[in-house]
């Protein structure tokens, strides 16, 4: 590909695939947009590359849609082959996948004349800000330039525990990622199994093991050891949450709070040589946040409405409070709150549930509450050292396999992405104040090394975690890819106006 393309997109998981829809659905002509993707299919990613039956989405397919402005697009799909799908439903995760690629190739098919994209199956190892541009290495040799770039690099495999493993790890017993290609080969029907962490990533690892008849016992372990709530069974309505009036007025008092600062530093300034703060003093505490968000449930459910509503109606102003939040406080959020936050906002279906609940009656899942202090590896199996939760002496635990259901890696600087390591070691991008992902602007441009945007690169989703925090789910990316993909219209100059879509979208 000689050319030099409009906007290059590496990664096609869900967030490079809305991204690219929505670029050819809001651009005239001329646009050449390349998605660039190492994976055999377009829009699966981790999230959706499962080919099991049993792992559903943990959204209803009411609110799954990829277009903002059409918040049924993806139930209308769904219902062509099953008409009477309802809007609670908790669809195949393999089946939206399967959406996500009708989504983009529908767009390509309705893209304006001049408007194209194509697709390279490579892996980008490398990218530099040109000045005019950016361009990219391959791991094929090639190369391509283009006037913008975006990383949408979706979630990166779990990290290993930072524990002596005992040889453990560059064995056949240790398998990193419940989703890489055939890691769950070589684990015996009756073997009994360490899944490390008890989240959505587990249950599907639990649910993928049974599909392949395993009988053996199952451990879960995880610091709480807790397990993510249940949504609602469809049919159990409640009366719909509120709005949630408290946790707006915590907003607006912190907004006169920050104000009130920055006036008070404007002042100081005026009065002295000394440079203003480069960001407000922010008064607000997570223990607010906390007390606030509990009030709101508490007055929702007397209200009688269901808590999980309560909570969902918390979400528009999740990433505002975020960012109001000091480093400090965010902190003292992902050490002592965390766990569960997450339980309650990422719920299973009901129907994940109840098998669940069935594999833990007839004792063949059992949590664990503790850490992993070390494993040893022996010739007949794995030796796990925990110390459980509340406990000081260690106990040892015997296993066939132990399989990492931690989730994404959290941390930037233990990513082996080459991408990410060169563009840190140059100074073209640094890591958020977390440590989480990428430092980005408002619009989603990279930062470099001293804080300035890039006016080629970008990144959404999962990489700006620690920026936003909720940031990887389907209602969070699809609201990005919009945003993002109309300002690179508007920068590149080939942008229709936002309230017009293409004659006859999908």
Same mark, same amino acid.
């Given at each position: 590909?000689?050319?030099?393309?409009?906007?290059?997109?590496?990664?096609?998981?869900?967030?490079?695939?809305?991204?690219?829809?929505?670029?050819?659905?809001?651009?005239?002509?001329?646009?050449?947009?390349?998605?660039?993707?190492?994976?055999?299919?377009?829009?699966?990613?981790?999230?959706? @590359? %499962?080919?099991?039956?049993?792992?559903l989405?943990? &959204?209803?397919?009411?609110?799954?849609?990829?277009?903002?402005?059409?918040?049924?697009?993806?139930?209308?799909?769904?219902?062509?082959?099953?008409? /009477?799908?309802?809007?609670?439903?908790?669809?195949?995760?393999?089946?939206?996948?399967?959406?996500?690629?009708? &989504?983009?190739?529908?767009?390509?098919?309705?893209?304006?004349?001049?408007?194209?994209?194509?697709?390279?199956?490579?892996?980008? %190892?490398?990218?530099?800000?040109?000045?005019?541009?950016? %361009?990219?290495?391959?791991?094929?040799?090639?190369?391509?330039?283009?006037?913008?770039a975006?990383?949408?690099?979706?979630?990166?495999?779990?990290?290993?525990?930072r524990v002596?493993?005992?040889?453990?790890?560059?064995?056949?017993?240790y398998?990193?990622?419940?989703?890489?290609?055939?890691?769950?080969?070589?684990?015996?029907p009756?073997?009994?199994?360490?899944?490390?962490?008890?989240?959505?990533?587990?249950?599907?690892?639990?649910?993928?093991?049974?599909?392949?008849?395993?009988?053996?016992?199952?451990h879960?372990?995880?610091?709480?050891?807790l397990?993510?709530?249940?949504?609602?069974?469809?049919?159990?309505?409640?009366?719909?949450?509120?709005?949630?009036?408290?946790?707006?007025?915590?907003?607006?008092?912190?907004?006169?709070?920050?104000?009130?600062?920055?006036?008070?530093?404007?002042?100081?300034?005026?009065?002295?040589?000394?440079?203003?703060?480069?960001?407000?003093?922010?008064?607000?505490?997570?223990?607010?946040?906390l007390?606030?968000?509990?009030?709101?449930?508490?007055a929702?459910?007397?209200?009688g409405a269901?808590?999980?509503?309560?909570?969902?109606?918390?979400?528009?102003?999740?990433?505002?409070?975020? /960012?109001?939040? %000091?480093?400090?406080?965010?902190?003292?959020?992902?050490?002592?709150?965390?766990?569960?936050?997450?339980?309650?906002?990422?719920?299973?279906?009901?129907?994940?549930?109840?098998?669940?609940?069935?594999?833990?009656?007839e004792?063949?899942?059992?949590?664990?509450?503790?850490?992993?202090?070390?494993?040893?590896?022996?010739?007949?199996?794995?030796?796990?050292?925990?110390?459980?939760?509340? /406990?000081?002496?260690?106990?040892a635990?015997?296993?066939?396999?132990?399989?990492?259901?931690?989730?994404?890696?959290?941390?930037? @600087? @233990?990513?082996?992405?080459?991408?990410?390591?060169?563009?840190?070691?140059?100074?073209?991008?640094?890591?958020?104040?977390?440590?989480?992902?990428?430092a980005?602007?408002?619009?989603?441009a990279?930062?470099?090394?001293?804080?300035?945007p @890039?006016?080629?690169?970008?990144?959404?989703?999962?990489?700006?975690?620690?920026?936003?925090?909720?940031?990887?789910?389907?209602?969070?990316?699809?609201?990005q890819?919009?945003?993002?993909?109309?300002?690179?219209?508007?920068?590149?100059?080939?942008?229709?106006?936002?309230?017009?879509?293409?004659p006859?979208?999908?």
């Open positions: 590909m000689n050319l030099r393309q409009d906007v290059i997109i590496i990664g096609a998981g869900a967030s490079g695939t809305l991204l690219a829809a929505c670029l050819l659905r809001g651009a005239r002509a001329p646009l050449r947009v390349t998605l660039v993707e190492r994976g055999e299919r377009i829009g699966r990613g981790v999230a959706y @590359s %499962t080919t099991s039956a049993r792992h989405l943990n &959204v209803p397919a009411g609110r799954m849609s990829a277009w903002v402005e059409e918040p049924e697009h993806f139930l209308r799909w769904l219902r062509e082959e099953a008409p /009477q799908t309802p809007p609670s439903a908790f669809a195949e995760r393999r089946r939206y996948g399967q959406y996500l690629e009708a &989504v983009l190739k529908e767009a390509a098919r309705r893209a304006a004349p001049g408007v194209h994209l194509e697709t390279v199956r490579d892996e980008v %190892t490398a990218a530099v800000d040109t000045g005019d541009g950016v %361009t990219l290495t391959l791991a094929s040799g090639a190369t391509l330039e283009a006037r913008g975006v990383l949408a690099l979706g979630n990166a495999l779990p990290a290993d525990l002596p493993d005992g040889r453990l790890y560059a064995s056949a017993r398998h990193r990622s419940p989703w890489s290609p055939g890691a769950m080969e070589g684990i015996g009756e073997e009994p199994v360490l899944l490390i962490g008890t989240g959505l990533t587990m249950v599907d690892t639990v649910l993928s093991l049974g599909e392949r008849g395993h009988r053996g016992r199952v879960a372990l995880s610091r709480h050891g397990l993510p709530h249940v949504h609602r069974a469809s049919g159990a309505g409640a009366p719909a949450a509120a709005e949630p009036l408290r946790i707006r007025e915590l907003l607006r008092s912190v907004r006169r709070e920050m104000d009130r600062c920055r006036h008070a530093e404007a002042a100081t300034h005026a009065a002295s040589s000394q440079e203003p703060c480069a960001a407000p003093f922010s008064t607000l505490r997570i223990r607010d946040v007390r606030a968000m509990r009030q709101e449930v508490d929702q459910v007397a209200a269901d808590w999980r509503a309560a909570v969902d109606a918390l979400r528009p102003v999740t990433t505002p409070l975020w /960012q109001r939040l %000091t480093d400090a406080e965010r902190q003292r959020f992902l050490r002592h709150l965390r766990a569960h936050w997450e339980v309650h906002r990422h719920r299973m279906a009901p129907e994940i549930h109840a098998a669940l609940e069935g594999w833990r009656r004792g063949r899942l059992l949590l664990h509450a503790g850490r992993v202090l070390g494993f040893q590896l022996e010739p007949d199996g794995v030796t796990a050292r925990l110390r459980p939760r509340g /406990q000081r002496e260690p106990q635990l015997r296993v066939g396999h132990v399989i990492n259901c931690t989730g994404p890696e959290s941390s930037l @600087s @233990s990513r082996s992405q080459p991408l990410l390591r060169g563009l840190l070691e140059a100074g073209q991008a640094r890591a958020d104040a977390l440590g989480m992902g990428l980005t602007a408002g619009d989603g990279v930062l470099d090394a001293r804080g300035r @890039s006016a080629h690169l970008f990144t959404l989703g999962p990489p700006r975690r620690g920026d936003l925090w909720e940031t990887t789910a389907v209602p969070e990316i699809r609201a890819a919009r945003d993002l993909a109309d300002h690179l219209l508007r920068h590149l100059g080939t942008s229709r106006s936002a309230a017009t879509p293409a006859g979208a999908p």
